[in-house]
């Protein structure tokens, strides 16, 4: 029979079952550890005393004290004498399924600083203007709102995402050309779909960058994925036409990971290749919004409408849990996408749609993403200079947009594979959570050893504090004369 | 250079635009059309007067007149004398893409009753428990829940959804078998593929049923689609093992569209075919909430949870806009459909499943459902009552459950189909829009001539009028003795 204690608000339940599979400590670990990443326990949030929840669930003190002690050592609680043991702040939930960018041993907690990618600041996330927006949306949204809507997406909202990609990212499109869709995931996948359905045969992939993602989509419809070679410009168009691919999946705004901006005659040779060969520029526009030195470098599609298919989201801008992104696309890969969402899931979620319009259409999305851009600024201000103080003569690239840069490790004498490991195993030693490029790359041992530090959800005293911790890992031997 | 009236609140924008290839009569049609669709002029929304509107855009006062009369005669618009002309009530917004059960000619708006089946009263969908679910998701989520969550669900609502599914569906389930999904056609498509990974080679689907949509997502995976007869007691059980099917889409609680309830001993006897051939039955639960007779039939997944993916959405409860479903599958089909949702758009809104799962756990989804199914039951009396009162001899089944009856036409000496086309087209110059079931059959002549009469979206006094309006058109003739 089921011993149950409800606790911390109606999301958290613990059931101890004394005749299941599992023993009395690991089942309590397991729903502690499952609560504390799905968030139903939030960060800072107390935990019972163990005298209280060994009671409540009729289990020895002693058990409980270990269960609490095993996963303060996981990172999972944190403790202090004379207070309460409580959930350690920043414990994200695990990713399910393929996350070629993460591996599982890299998602173990790092108490002093977690320089984690991918992931805006989730703190900064606009829970007040959403309810607005969501608000309005179900106070003056008129009864047809709540059926199905149309698959390409509420009209409502393609008209002010229309203007606003105009006015911000210089894209070029009206309502028609836009398909709203559940986040980049989902646009690359009807992408992928849309360009087998018109016969491409092969999709290049920027190398490094998100190969692995690329790569799971093109073997689902049959297509081959090829890497072409990235350099201090960008892609290499030269090697791209020598591919013979039929299309090409890049970032030109901020290139990933690298963070090289496309240059301007690559962006004309890149459309000089569309137009000579037929081929479709798939361009990924994940975190253009957030340029530091300079206005942001406009979209490629608005160069050239018939060329590109220009892919964005709100994940990076305002929170992945919203599921939302767009594609943009010439007219004739427009009904084979608008098919494909309608295949896929009859249309995005009607209201968040309205709620997203009414976000844009009222400044409240330009207002929200000034402040977090000022926010972000300063994070990438504060690791320039922590980086400049405690490892001075170590190469930093690719901080001209987004929430993240690229360091250059000294070469060492293994492969360079080996020789980030190294320097991650280390910094997860000394509490510092830090990722390696190897996996971006197409072959299995890169050409260089490169870190990719995010420092979108990372705050800036823990900027601070993870470089200077581990600023001896990074910092190339002085040469002797 | 295009001239623009911004009218009705920030969502409507008519742009004429004179160097513009359409005429200046049909840009400003099309707009409004399209405004009217999309819901951004909502029902009984006044327009502005012919003058003015005409002086705003410079257009002459004759051409607005002519526009708005034109879609008054569409059913646009409505005009009474002495009053300002308004947006009709009711236009619903068409769906895009692929949509077996509606031609376009259906479409039209027919001012007295409109019979459509497939969607709930949208009136009734619940804006104020949503807004109060979403307000309490955005003040006391964690901050993790605005990340990329699990990809099959927030454990939140997957923990909620089980045991309401338990207790309301006599699903047998636990949080680890679900999988939040975008409503009914996400779920089919991830059945689909999980399906074809399995190796499953053909499909059956039931006839009359949904075989257009499942045939389009069999086709794209490439497996085979197969009907199998549906007669008075559900699916023929002998006819599908015939078939020799790998796997059979159902629906046991209310068969779509016929509203045939699949009998005990037919359950028994697909659960041995299952057992026996290790064919997977795919159970679509979509309307199995709204029984009137009785109590709902259990789900047969909790009959053989490893025989049985069961698919639910909250299209028919809640509404469709909020595109969330789920699936229930045996622990050997789960990786496989997480991973394929996955790679479909790396897991639905999270905020929106944590605000489902607050409605589930607050109660305020069973009152809603209580509230909205006295509505419903009302309904289906007005129904019935006024086909007994108009078409006494009229044979009428299906009407267990859901919203939507049956009726059975009187053959006439033409083919089915053309029986019931010349039905449809009598009713349609009378105001009343019904619907055909020969659509929903396999084979290009259906055996019997039926009508689909959907309740869920019209008003009690709009059945009344309707089935009034036609009554003629359904009775079968006295016959002559």
Redo the contacts between chains.
Sequence with gaps: MPVEWAGS???L?VTIDRGGGAGLRTQLEEQLR?AI????L??NEPLPSSRELARALGLSRGLVQDCYAQLQAEGYLTSRPGSATRVAAG????????APEKSSAERVRHPVADFQHG?PD??L?P??E??WA??KT???????????????G???LR?VLASYLGRVRAVAAGPDDLIV???M??AL?LVVGALAAAGVRSLAFEDPGSGANVT??TA?AGIAAVPVTVDESGLDVGALARSGAGAVFVTPAHQWPTGVVLTGPRRQALIAWSRATGGVIVEDDYDAEFRYDRDPVGSLQGLAPDCVISLGTV?KSL??????GWIVAPPRLHPAL??G????????????QLALAALL?SGRYDRHLRRVRAEYAARRETLIAALHRHAPRLAVTGLAAGFHAILHLPPGTDDAAAVERAVIEAAAARGVGLYGMAKMHAQAVPPKPRLIVGFGNTSRSAIEAGIEAIADLLNPPLRRG
């Design positions: 608000g109606p999301g339940l499952t990443r799905a968030g139903r939030a960060a414990v994200v939930s695990p990713h399910e399924g393929p992931v989730l703190g996330a829970r007040e959403w309810a969501v608000q179900l106070r003056t949204a008129p009864n047809a709102a709540f059926d199905y809507g149309e698959a390409v509420v009209r409502a008209e869709c559940a986040g995931q989902q996948g799971d989509l689902a994940s929170a992945p849990a919203l599921r939302l608008a098919r969402k309608w295949r896929a899931d009859r249309g995005s979620p009607g209201l968040d259409e």
